[in-house]
């Protein structure tokens, strides 16, 4: 009995290292990553201040960071990308539910949706502004638009994958139409919505930050053109770091909601 | 009833095609009407009789040369790069333990924010933006390699170390043609970033075929032009994909 497990051996630390093996590699590649670019940066190989001194940079951030103007530009784009996000995210799944429920529905008009998807959407960008002006209309567009796709076709798809046996229990405990959406079809189909809304956050994002690189007066994007145009280096490093750092993070927790399903599913 | 209607090989698309027709059938009504400003959205006729104009005038052949061209080198990077970083960390699984998640959190960062400082590094040419089309485009096609290795079946493995292959001969012969599909799932989608993110460049900083033709004819405030432009602009994708997926589908084994 439970024998099955016996043949793993003891794990030895290999180089009487302090660290794992994993652990030690990791800061190996990012010790020899500062050292590069440290070396890069005092080599003076490419025109002053495109490889700016890690240190200049680490003071951008810290400038940034306590700099309230920041947090303006930064309280635009979220509020855009959270208007953004709604009504993409909404029209996405009501779209999304009705293609997944019609079987005809989908036939007609998905193939469009599918196509549509993954085209360049900063492309509308010129067609926004003539419908919505330059202020923050047009980068709700291009964000909504952006997450809109994603959205649509993953709730479409997870709704065709619901376990048939989920909808039989809900008809014969007779369900009607409002309990199956909230007991039944919505539960079941929490996996593919979530990962939708990750990846519309994601392009969400995108969009509007694009957007608001390309024509804008406010916003992280413009922040980070306006960086480029009086070319502050440092602190245009120092604005894509804090941008990358917030998108992954945003990215992980919202992967984290659709993880945690899963592991409790199986 | 309704599955009859849903099998049916014709209706469906058929509505799909008829209710796009109908809507632009709608919008030209609306315009004429005067519901809809003619000044914001030009009216569909306009648009398609401003096709012709703007292919011959505006070099849209020699543009869409340059788009693919760009492409064509970023996905020659994207291929070369990505299939070997993916071999590389399977080769290496220390490496692949300490650096996979790092990849694929680079795969879900919105590289594109990143033109500003390629600009700066590789100036406003088309370096910048092939370069910017391989960076969207590598994490994928690194990370797809690597799990198109991961899953060769054992009894694959076992037959080449059977037969005693040498490792280029096992990777070659074994591992490599069994991952072939999946690496090819990766590439598709590692180029369909890429030329999102070389047609955005384009658009953005003005310079080199579709992106800024959109971009120009906007700033001359040809309405027509510019609807006539994204459409094109939005076939082109389509045409792109849907060759790519046939080219997916004929690599896929049957099973």
């Known amino acids: 009995m439970a024998q099955t497990g016996g043949l793993t051996l003891p794990t030895a630390k290999p180089w009487g290292l302090p660290l794992r093996p994993v652990t030690a590699l990791r800061v190996a590649i990012i010790v020899a990553v500062v050292v590069l670019w440290e070396a890069l940066s005092a080599s003076g190989w490419l025109y002053r201040d495109v490889v700016p001194s890690l240190l200049a940079i680490g003071q951008a951030v810290y400038a940034t960071l306590s700099d309230p103007t920041f947090y303006f530009h930064l309280g635009t784009t979220a509020y855009e990308i959270g208007i953004a996000l709604l009504i993409g ?22 193939a469009y949706l599918y196509y549509l998807g993954p085209c360049p959407k900063i492309i509308f960008f010129p067609l926004m502004i003539m419908w919505f002006g330059v202020g923050p209309g047009s980068k709700v567009a291009m964000g909504a638009i952006s997450c809109f796709f994603p959205v649509a076709l993953n709730v479409a798809g997870g709704m065709r994958e619901i376990d048939k046996v989920l909808i039989r229990v809900g008809k014969s405990f007779r369900a009607n139409t409002w309990q199956m959406v909230t007991k039944i079809y919505l539960p079941a189909m929490r996996h593919p919505v979530i990962n939708g809304v990750r990846l519309g956050l994601g392009v969400a994002l995108i969009g509007t930050l694009l957007a608001e690189t390309k024509l804008s007066n406010r916003g992280i994007g413009f922040l980070v053109i306006q960086a480029y145009s009086i070319f502050n280096m440092p602190q245009m490093y120092a604005l894509l770091i804090i941008l990358f750092v917030i998108s992954i993070g945003a990215n992980t927790v919202i992967g984290r909601f659709g993880g945690l399903d899963e592991i409790r599913r199986s | 009833m309704t599955a009859t209607l849903a099998n049916n090989r014709y209706l469906p698309p058929a509505l799909g095609i008829g209710s796009l027709i109908a ?32 292919i011959v005038e505006e070099h849209v052949l020699s543009r869409f040369l340059l788009t693919a061209a760009e492409a064509f ?25 300490a650096t996979e998640t790092w990849v694929a959190a680079i795969a879900a960062a919105p590289l594109v924010l990143m033109y500003p400082l390629y600009l700066v590094i590789f100036g406003r040419s088309a370096l910048t933006i092939v370069m910017m089309g391989f960076t969207a485009g590598l994490a994928p096609v690194i990370l797809k390699t690597l799990e198109g290795l991961s899953a060769t079946r054992r009894v694959l493995i076992n037959v080449g170390r059977s037969f005693n292959l040498t490792p280029s001969q096992q990777f070659w012969k074994i591992l490599f043609p069994a991952a072939l599909p999946t690496i090819f799932v990766g590439l598709r989608l590692g180029l369909i970033f890429a030329l999102i993110n070389i047609v955005g460049v384009e658009f953005l900083i003005n310079f080199g075929g579709l992106g800024q033709l959109i971009n120009e004819l906007a700033e001359r405030y040809d309405l027509a032009g510019t609807y006539a432009a994204i459409c094109f602009v939005i076939l082109v994708s389509i045409c792109v994909f849907i060759l790519t997926e046939r080219l997916e589908r004929w690599l896929r084994p049957v099973d």
């Not at chain 2, 080198?73 to 333990?97: E, H, N």
């Open chain 1, 89 to 110: 995210g909404l029209s996405g799944l009501a779209v999304g539910l009705l293609l997944g429920g019609s079987k005809f529905m989908s036939r007609a008009y998905e």
């Open chain 2, 73 to 97: 080198s970023a996905s020659i990077l994207v291929t070369v790069f990505g299939v070997a970083g993916g071999v590389m960390l399977y080769r290496y699984q220390l490496l692949r333990r």
């Open chain 2, 23 to 54: 809507f632009v059938a709608l919008v030209e009504l609306l315009i004429r009407v005067g519901l809809i400003n003619r000044f914001i959205v030009p009216m569909p006729s306009d648009i398609i009789a401003a096709f012709p104009r703007v």
